[in-house]
C-alpha cells in the first residue's frame, strides 16, 4: 500500500481551548525565501490561523512550534473548488453568451456575475465545506 502524501506547514501555537487548537502558519510565495526578496518587492507572506480539533494526545502549548498537515487529496478537492469550478462557470457563461449574441460588455459582466455568485454560495456553505477538511498537527 502507498503511503498517503500530505501538505503540511510549520505553524505556532496561538491558543489552546479543550479540544481545539488556533495554529498561525506562515504562508509564503515561492519569492519570500528568495535572498534579495527585500530589493525587488515581489516577495509576499500571509499569516493565518487554522483552527484544528485534536484528538489523543494532550500537552500542547501556546507558543510550541508544530507541523499542520492536511492529505494531499484533501489540498486537490479544494483546489477543484475554488479554481477549476470558477473557471468552467465562467467559459460556460462566456460562450454561450456571446453565442446567442449578446454584446461584449454585457457578456463579461453577467460571466463575472455568475462566478462572483458562485464565490457567495461557497461563503454561505463556508462551515459544510469546512466539515470536509481536517487538519491535524504533529510534533517537530
Same mark, same amino acid.
Given at each position: 500500500?502507498?503511503?498517503?502524501?500530505? /501538505?503540511?506547514?510549520?505553524?505556532?501555537i496561538v491558543s489552546?481551548? %479543550?479540544d481545539?487548537?488556533s495554529?498561525?502558519?506562515v504562508?509564503e510565495?515561492?519569492?519570500a525565501?528568495?535572498?534579495?526578496s527585500?530589493l525587488?518587492?515581489?516577495a509576499d507572506?500571509k +499569516? +493565518?490561523i487554522?483552527? #484544528?480539533?485534536?484528538?489523543? &494526545?494532550?500537552?500542547? &502549548?501556546v507558543g510550541?512550534?508544530?507541523?499542520?498537515?492536511? %492529505?494531499?487529496?484533501? @489540498?486537490? &478537492?479544494?483546489?477543484f *473548488?475554488?479554481?477549476?469550478?470558477?473557471?468552467? =462557470?465562467?467559459l #460556460?457563461?462566456?460562450?454561450s453568451l456571446?453565442? /446567442? @449574441?449578446?454584446? !461584449?460588455?454585457?457578456? @463579461?459582466?453577467?460571466?463575472? @456575475?455568475?462566478?462572483a455568485c458562485y464565490y457567495?454560495?461557497? *461563503?454561505?456553505?463556508?462551515d459544510r465545506?469546512?466539515?470536509?477538511?481536517e487538519? *491535524? #498537527?504533529? !510534533? =517537530?
Open positions: 500500500m502507498r503511503p498517503q502524501r500530505e /501538505i503540511s506547514h510549520k505553524g505556532r489552546v481551548s %479543550g481545539r487548537i495554529v498561525e502558519i504562508s510565495s515561492a519569492c525565501a528568495c535572498r534579495v527585500g525587488c518587492g515581489v507572506s +499569516k +493565518k487554522v483552527e #484544528i480539533r485534536v484528538v489523543g &494526545k494532550t500537552g500542547w &502549548k510550541q512550534e508544530v507541523i499542520v498537515c492536511l %492529505g494531499q487529496s484533501m @489540498g486537490l &478537492k479544494a483546489v *473548488y475554488s479554481y477549476v469550478i470558477p473557471l468552467l =462557470i465562467l #460556460i457563461l462566456i460562450l456571446s453565442t /446567442i @449574441g449578446l454584446s !461584449d460588455w454585457a457578456t @463579461g459582466l453577467i460571466a463575472v @456575475g455568475g462566478v457567495l454560495a461557497i *461563503y454561505f456553505f463556508r465545506f469546512a466539515g470536509n477538511y487538519f *491535524y #498537527i504533529r !510534533d =517537530i
